[in-house]
T-cell receptor, first 111, second 118 residues
Framework: GDSVTQMEGPVTLSEEAFLTINCTYT??????LFWYVQYPGEGLQLLLK?????DKGSNKGFEATYRKETTSFHLEKGSVQVSDSAVYFC??????????FGAGTRLFVKA | NAGVMQNPRHLVRRRGQEARLRCSPM?????VYWYRQLPEEGLKFMVY????????ESGMPKERFSAEFPKEGPSILRIQQVVRGDSAAYFC????????????????FGQGTRLTVV
């Protein structure tokens, strides 16, 4: 079945460091790919998405490119801030209404 | 426009009791999705409901769990005779009527209900 695998956390970075959170997927169809963020004590918020190969999703300085050849959707940010500390979830949908989530990666950013 | 509202935020139940989790979708949204997040895991789909209809319940445990979304009022996820393994965060999401291209229909999530079974 469809699945999402993302790097285990926690990831601890200093402020202004470069961030990469790896995400790979397995899907039988042509999925849309998403990154969600969960701040402490809150629900999930959609961070960015890409709906077809080579699309780049971007928001708040975060970017991810849909790579069909490597079935990946890695999340990157050039300079993280303390306020970026959260749990990040990679997810996919293949045309239905069910979203398949990865296990989440916790990010800590130190001042 | 208020977001998806879930209550209670935290719920403690003893083994064998019933848990009722409520979800009020965003205004204008007629579709509700329930997910469960076990500790240190991602969200797992449980059930998808439209007003008065269950569309897909393939992720629901076969026993003790049920969900409804009545014509009036919030969606309810009900867990009967809770066990310690039911302890988790339960998230609700809502969306408007999905477009023809469902991939571009965004679902908005609530803050979740954290159920603890003692």
């Amino acid at each position: 079945g469809d699945s999402v695998t993302q790097m285990e956390g926690p990831v601890t970075l200093s402020e202004e460091a470069f961030l990469t959170i790896n995400c790979t997927y397995t899907a039988t169809g042509y999925p849309s790919l998403f990154w969600y963020v969960q701040y402490p004590g809150e629900g999930l918020q959609l961070l960015l998405k890409a709906t077809k190969a080579d699309d780049k999703g971007s928001n708040k300085g975060f970017e991810a490119t849909y790579r069909k050849e490597t079935t990946s959707f890695h999340l990157e940010k050039g300079s993280v801030q303390v306020s970026d500390s959260a749990v990040y979830f990679c997810a996919l949908r293949t045309g239905g209404f069910k979203t398949i989530f990865g296990a989440g990666t916790r990010l800590f950013v130190k001042a | 426009n208020a977001g998806v509202m879930q209550n209670p935020r935290h719920l403690v139940r003893r083994r064998g009791q019933e848990a009722r989790l409520r979800c009020s979708p965003m205004k204008g949204h007629s579709h509700v999705y329930w997910y469960r997040q076990l500790p240190e895991e991602g969200l797992k789909f449980m059930v998808y409901l439209q007003k008065e209809n269950i569309i897909d319940e393939s992720g629901m445990p076969k026993e003790r769990f049920s969900a409804e979304f009545p014509k009036e009022g919030p969606s309810i996820l009900r867990i009967q005779q809770v066990v310690r393994g039911d302890s988790a965060a339960y998230f609700c999401a809502s969306s408007p009527l999905p477009k023809v291209d469902m991939l571009n229909t965004e679902a908005f999530f609530g803050q979740g209900t954290r159920l603890t079974v003692v």
